[in-house]
């Protein structure tokens, strides 16, 4: 019905009143790239686990577990209120310590991990965005304590 | 799979990934125009459904494991309803950087399938 985004579109971009406010503004974008990860975490980990579960059972074991933790940061990065924020915070804690260890271990002792974990190389694979996302998820939940803004209730 | 109809689906859905990406940087909320890109993209995607559903009765088989190319395939037909949805429940320019995102990933998600579908015979 509308031709052309102009003026009309510019009032409406002015902020409203939202249920969590981490989860508006650039937030979304963090959000829907920890949801993309997520996704491909958890669908390469279903084609790793459900034909060649057994050639590598550590590794594609941790797959699974690391595409969990993916979709649990993707949620309690949304979710508003402390509990979820705490949740936010030990699911990317959780995250950059293992892409920091399984990424080390990976280059160190490579025969530890002879097949492709997300982590693997620091997450070569995903063009090192399990490295860098938990790094930026952690700089916007400092930014955003429920504490500090009224919206999020306890 | 088509290769050349791929390669075209690749292009539209960085074309589109692009478009969403300037737009929303530049501060426009989710349009007709960038909804309607990622329409486009999931348009395709549904079209290269029925291709690969149907290649293989012609002699065109994948090379590769058909589980991880359907994987793909249903994860990216996923991301393109899930970002508008999104964009359409907050008109914000970040939506639009969203919908951006999310045409880049099936972008990347199509050329793994081709991978999937094409390499191993190369």
């Given at each position: 019905m509308r031709e052309s985004n102009d003026m009309t579109d510019v009032r409406s971009a002015r902020p409203e009143s939202h249920r969590g406010r981490r989860m508006s503004g650039i937030g979304r974008v963090l959000v829907a790239v920890y949801g993309v990860l997520a996704l491909a975490a958890v669908g390469r980990s279903f084609v790793q686990i459900a034909t060649k579960f057994d050639e590598a059972p550590l590794a594609y074991s941790l797959s699974a577990l690391a595409a969990a933790v993916y979709v649990l940061a993707t949620i309690a990065l949304v979710r508003p209120g402390r509990t979820w924020y705490r949740v936010a915070w030990a699911t990317l804690v959780f995250e950059f310590t293992?892409?920091?260890?399984?990424?080390?271990?990976?280059?160190?002792?490579?025969?530890l991990f002879p097949h492709d974990t997300v982590w693997s190389w620091f997450g070569r694979g995903y063009l090192f965005i399990p490295l860098v996302l938990p790094l930026l998820g952690m700089w916007w939940l400092a930014k955003h304590r429920p504490a500090a803004n009224g919206t999020d209730a306890a | 799979m088509i290769?050349?109809?791929?390669?075209?689906?690749?292009?539209?859905?960085?074309?589109?990934?692009?478009?969403?990406?300037?737009?929303?940087?530049?501060?426009?909320?989710?349009?007709?125009?960038?909804?309607?890109?990622?329409?486009?993209?999931?348009?395709?995607?549904?079209?290269?459904?029925?291709?690969?559903?149907?290649a293989p009765a012609f002699g065109n088989e994948p090379t590769g494991s058909v589980l991880e190319f359907y994987t793909y395939l249903v994860g990216a037909l996923l991301l393109p309803p899930a970002a508008v949805f999104w964009a359409l429940l907050e008109r914000s320019r970040w939506s639009t950087v969203v919908l951006g995102v999310a045409a880049l990933a099936v972008a990347v998600m199509v050329y793994r399938m081709l991978q999937i579908w094409t390499v191993q015979q190369a």
């Amino acid at each position: 019905m509308r031709e052309s985004n102009d003026m009309t579109d510019v009032r409406s971009a002015r902020p409203e009143s939202h249920r969590g406010r981490r989860m508006s503004g650039i937030g979304r974008v963090l959000v829907a790239v920890y949801g993309v990860l997520a996704l491909a975490a958890v669908g390469r980990s279903f084609v790793q686990i459900a034909t060649k579960f057994d050639e590598a059972p550590l590794a594609y074991s941790l797959s699974a577990l690391a595409a969990a933790v993916y979709v649990l940061a993707t949620i309690a990065l949304v979710r508003p209120g402390r509990t979820w924020y705490r949740v936010a915070w030990a699911t990317l804690v959780f995250e950059f310590t293992g892409v920091i260890v399984v990424g080390t271990l990976s280059i160190v002792d490579p025969a530890l991990f002879p097949h492709d974990t997300v982590w693997s190389w620091f997450g070569r694979g995903y063009l090192f965005i399990p490295l860098v996302l938990p790094l930026l998820g952690m700089w916007w939940l400092a930014k955003h304590r429920p504490a500090a803004n009224g919206t999020d209730a306890a | 799979m088509i290769e050349w109809f791929t390669w075209v689906q690749v292009a539209v859905a960085v074309a589109a990934g692009l478009l969403c990406l300037v737009l929303g940087l530049a501060g426009r909320v989710p349009s007709d125009l960038t909804n309607g890109a990622l329409a486009l993209v999931e348009l395709l995607l549904v079209v290269q459904l029925v291709v690969a559903i149907a290649a293989p009765a012609f002699g065109n088989e994948p090379t590769g494991s058909v589980l991880e190319f359907y994987t793909y395939l249903v994860g990216a037909l996923l991301l393109p309803p899930a970002a508008v949805f999104w964009a359409l429940l907050e008109r914000s320019r970040w939506s639009t950087v969203v919908l951006g995102v999310a045409a880049l990933a099936v972008a990347v998600m199509v050329y793994r399938m081709l991978q999937i579908w094409t390499v191993q015979q190369a």
